[in-house]
């Protein structure tokens, strides 16, 4: 069936290095993705997102990639620091809906190693 | 400051008991949202409003009961009758539908 998944549910990285956190979707009318933080006990705080018009989108140490050949969605976080430990998690708009159905994977739980 | 404020932070439920989660927020959006988060699982939608005094169920609506009649509040009743109530409940809310969500800071809901 259709999903939005992760490749990995866990994740160490040493400070300072770079993360991916990758996500794949399954359906190739999805028009819209969202990337999201959450830290234990709290709720998910907004990181980036990207249409399915691009390819890439960049913000503050982070940068989204939409690979739609492939239905492959990945968040890059550079130099990461201690304070990026949580989970990440990918939603997808999944075409048509009748409402704002937006589609949550698992999450994938990075740790940063100082 | 603006934002999404959820209340309260811990709810405690006897069997037999309906309780209501509060949601405001004052981002002056249209759409609000109730997400239920169960450990290893991803967010599930309960109910959905795009505007005042209209909701949708979302994927698992039994058991729960919404009402929206100001813009700014949508509150959740978790009632008797949602067998297994445990969860982390989220507010979320958007300008429009179909557009980016703003979450809540959550309320756990245990059963004594």
């Known amino acids: 069936g259709e999903s939005v998944g992760l490749h990995l549910p866990t994740l160490s990285v040493q400070e300072g290095d770079n993360s991916i956190i990758n996500c794949a979707y399954s359906n190739s009318a999805s028009d819209y993705f969202i990337w999201y933080k959450q830290e234990s006990g709290k709720g998910p705080q907004f990181i980036i997102d990207?249409?399915?018009?691009?390819d890439k989108r960049q913000g503050q140490r982070v940068t989204v990639l939409l690979n739609k050949t492939v239905k492959h969605l990945s968040l890059q976080i550079a130099a990461t620091q201690p304070g990026d430990s949580a989970v990440y998690f990918c939603a997808e708009n999944r075409l048509p809906n009748t409402g704002n159905q937006f589609y949550f994977g698992t999450g994938t739980s990075l740790t940063v190693i100082p | 400051d603006g934002g999404i404020t959820q209340s309260p932070k811990y709810l405690f439920r006897k069997e037999g008991q309906n309780v209501t989660l509060s949601c405001e927020q004052n981002?002056?959006?249209?759409?609000m949202y109730w997400y239920r988060q169960d450990p290893g699982q991803g967010l599930r939608l309960i109910y959905y409003?795009?505007?005042?005094?209209?909701?949708q169920k979302g994927d698992i609506a039994e058991g729960y009961s919404v009402s929206r009649e100001k813009k700014e509040s949508f509150p959740l009743t978790v009632t008797s009758a949602q067998k297994n109530p445990t969860a982390f409940y989220l507010c979320?809310?958007?300008?429009?539908?179909?557009?980016?969500?703003?979450f809540g800071s959550g309320t756990q809901l245990s059963v004594l």
């Open positions: 409003s795009q505007i005042v005094n209209d909701f």
């Open positions: 979320a809310s958007s300008a429009r539908a179909n557009e980016k969500l703003f």
């Open positions: 990207i249409r399915s018009n691009m």
């Open positions: 981002l002056n959006h249209d759409a």
